[in-house]
């Protein structure tokens, strides 16, 4: 009979564990899903607003009819998409932030694998920024990651117009200490606005649930003044819903 008790107790204490991490699991899981809902929003708000270009990187590959992730690029094409004028998204890391002059700081952005998983170049994209100091100091204050070297949510998304590009060769050296050739394409850039992304991946899939809330909002940066009902049923198509 003792041993039958604590047989029970040892399998109600079981069931009590399973049940505290399934409903931990999902919680943590929600928590994920609202987050990254929460940056699809305030992403497909600032493409609107600011009318972003957020696929330049699909144009400027060179083979446009193949979908493999690691492509080179094409200059020609980088500088009519780059120098139109026009605002572009440019996801990625802040590699460095120095002294320009009393008022403003210079900010590098190094466009990030992690955060664009989809197109990655044999060439390295970076961005030249200038920006007030105050800006970018109230800016890492409420996000300390992206300075952190260690940190793995450091991402973020810049929207820029491109006012010159500058291209260079880099050695560097590996870890069988031998040197590689990389080339650097440097965009000289105007800040517009600035989001932080943390961890966010700009998946095929991320972007398309991106694209469909500017189609459900009406964007003109993607299909232009449509009434609501073309907008949904573009988006259900996106999504491949029937």
Known sequence: MKSKSILIIIVVIMATLIVFKVRNDFAERNAFEQSRSII?????????????????????????????????????????????????????????????DSVNNRVLIRRGIVTNPSYVFDEELILRIAVN?????????????????????????????????????EFRQSDNEKYEKIEV????????????????????????????????????TIIGKQDSIEAENEAKRLLGEK
């Open 40 to 100: 699809r929003q305030q992403l497909a708000s600032l493409l609107t607003k600011w009318k972003a270009d957020s696929k330049w990187d699909k144009y400027i590959r060179q083979n446009t009819q193949s979908e493999v992730a690691f492509c080179k690029l094409s200059m020609s094409k980088l500088r009519e998409v780059w120098l139109a004028g026009n605002p572009i998204m440019f996801a990625g890391n802040i590699e460095e932030i120095s002294a320009l």
């Open 133 to 169: 100091n105050s800006m970018i100091d109230t800016f890492i204050t409420h996000h300390p990651d992206v300075v952190s070297e260690f940190s793995l949510l450091d991402g973020v998304v810049a929207i820029v117009t491109i006012e010159d590009i500058l291209d260079s060769i």
């Open 185 to 220: 394409v440097i965009g000289d850039a105007k800040l517009l606005d600035i989001l932080y992304i943390g961890d966010y991946s700009f998946s095929h899939a991320e972007n398309a649930e991106i694209e469909v809330l500017q189609l459900l909002a009406g964007s003109n």
